[in-house]
Nanobody
Framework: QVQLVESGGGLVQAGGSLRLSCAASGSIFSINVMGWYRQAPGKQRELVAVIRSGGNTNYADSVKGRFTISRDNAKNTVYLQMSSLEPEDTAVYYC???????????????WGQGTQVTVSS
């Protein structure tokens, strides 16, 4: 079993910055994709950014140029540096990974508990 714990959320003014972190722990053989999703009140959960084990990244159009995803494979940790934040970025941000608990298991998708990001205007 893999556990994901996020940190770094909070309240920030528009134009400000925040850095989210997510550490994976537990039984981990390998982690392929790690990513961040968000869900605003009354809206569906949406992809923010993902990063593969080799470093390739993808971003939602709405955050391109403002957010940067990175990962430390040695620490099984993924980061999301958010800059030029807008009130529309207000949401619960969830960490996500696709991981194999053992060398004999298939990959599973795991989710963190979420961290609130609120951007005031």
């Amino acid at each position: 079993q893999v556990q994901l714990v996020e940190s770094g959320g909070g309240l920030v003014q528009a134009g400000g910055s925040l850095r989210l972190s997510c550490a994976a722990s537990g039984s981990i053989f390998s982690i392929n994709v790690m990513g961040w999703y968000r869900q605003a009140p009354g809206k569906q959960r949406e992809l923010v950014a993902v990063i593969r084990s080799g470093g390739n990244t993808n971003y939602a159009d709405s955050v391109k140029g403002r957010f940067t995803i990175s990962r430390d494979n040695a620490k099984n940790t993924v980061y999301l540096q958010m800059s030029s934040l807008e009130p529309e970025d207000t949401a619960v941000y969830y960490c996500n990974c696709n991981a194999r608990p053992t060398g004999r298991s298939p990959s599973y998708v795991y989710w963190g508990q979420g961290t609130q990001v609120t951007v005031s205007s």
